[in-house]
């Protein structure tokens, strides 16, 4: 019997059962994304982009599993910010811009959540229209959009 599993080309050795992010997580995290577009006033509808959102999510998950465990982290930090503030916009205001969570590499829980989701989800936000709801012209979106099936025009899945 002739596995040669080893000589694979891989960049983790998560297994792809592993590297699905949960609905509930997920929404946890498009809440994230969704405060970002409300409190910096970027993107006036989110709701168009979560596709793409869901895509970008799986992706990051795909090339570094880790990433399952940064978004629980910042699942249960925006929790505990809720809880402690009492109002959900304070909560995501203190992820957004306290500065005890600005180190890097991050040093605290609180800013491996903004360095390694929000701050990452405050990229993304931008680079789908964010630039352009600014005003911008010379930065309208990732080229040709997420990879999604369908709505690429020169690559596919």
């Known amino acids: 019997m002739e596995h040669r599993n080893y000589n694979r080309k891989v960049y983790h050795a998560a297994k792809s ?17 969704v405060h970002i577009c409300k409190f910096w006033r970027n993107l006036d ?20 599993p880790s ?3 940064e978004y629980q982290n910042a699942s249960e930090i925006v929790k505990e910010l809720i809880y402690e503030y009492g ?7 203190v992820l957004f811009t306290d ?12 800013g491996r959540a903004r360095h390694k989701v929000s701050n990452e989800f405050i990229v993304f936000q931008l680079s789908v ?9 010379n930065s309208l979106g ?13 690559r596919t899945i």
């Open 17 to 33: 059962e592993d590297l699905i992010i949960s609905d509930a997580l997920f929404e946890d995290m498009w809440q994230i994304f």
């Open 45 to 64: 509808q989110p709701e168009n982009y979560k596709q793409e959102f869901l895509a970008f999510v799986n992706n990051r998950i795909s090339l570094d």
């Open 67 to 69: 990433y399952v465990y």
């Open 87 to 93: 109002d959900v916009d304070k909560a995501y205001e």
């Open 99 to 110: 500065k005890s969570a600005i180190d890097d590499p991050p040093s605290t829980l609180l």
């Open 129 to 137: 229209g964010g630039f352009k709801f600014a005003g911008a012209t």
């Open 142 to 154: 990732y080229i040709s959009g997420a990879n999604i099936k369908g709505k690429t025009p020169y």
